[in-house]
């Protein structure tokens, strides 16, 4: 199961990463400073939490396990919310398309791993917690 959640996180950041190279390789516009500076904050607190969920994973120690859960539950709505927001604002007529269309792929996959780093980290903690019984 680790195995699979962690072949699923390595799919997301290729689903990440591929678009926006091509868009940069076929020089496109960049992305919009509004996009740069809401999803920094995100991308940010999704790599601290990462992180933690890493040393937690590593170390077995499962104390943080139900704070990093709900933290990750709440990163999880708040790129729901830029989602929803990018997708009102792609509907706008002075927007870049192709931008706009890269930035919400990015949004849509960094959920995708947020759900699939939390899935590992459930599962780990149920499987060792059953190791012990």
């Known amino acids: 199961m680790g195995s699979n959640s962690c072949e699923q996180m390595l799919y997301c950041l ?4 591929d678009p926006c190279k091509e868009h940069v390789d076929n020089k496109f516009a960049p992305l919009s400073e509004r996009a740069t500076n809401e999803f920094i904050p995100v991308r940010d607190e999704m790599t601290a939490l990462m ?4 040393e937690v994973l590593a170390n077995k120690d499962y104390t943080q396990t ?8 709440m990163l999880k709505s708040k790129i729901s919310t830029l989602r929803k927001e990018q997708m009102d604002r792609i509907q ?3 927007v870049n398309v192709k931008a706009s269309i890269v930035y919400l792929n990015v949004l849509q996959e960094s959920q995708e791993l947020v759900s699939y780093w939390r899935h590992l980290l ?3 903690r149920m499987f060792q917690t059953d190791l012990k019984k």
Do not use: M, V
Request: net charge positive; glycine share 4%.
């Open 92 to 94: 706008e007529r002075d």
């Open 51 to 54: 992180t933690r969920a890493t």
């Open 122 to 124: 459930r599962a780990d």
């Open 66 to 73: 139900d704070a990093l859960l709900r933290e990750g539950a």
């Open 14 to 17: 290729k689903r990440i990463c």
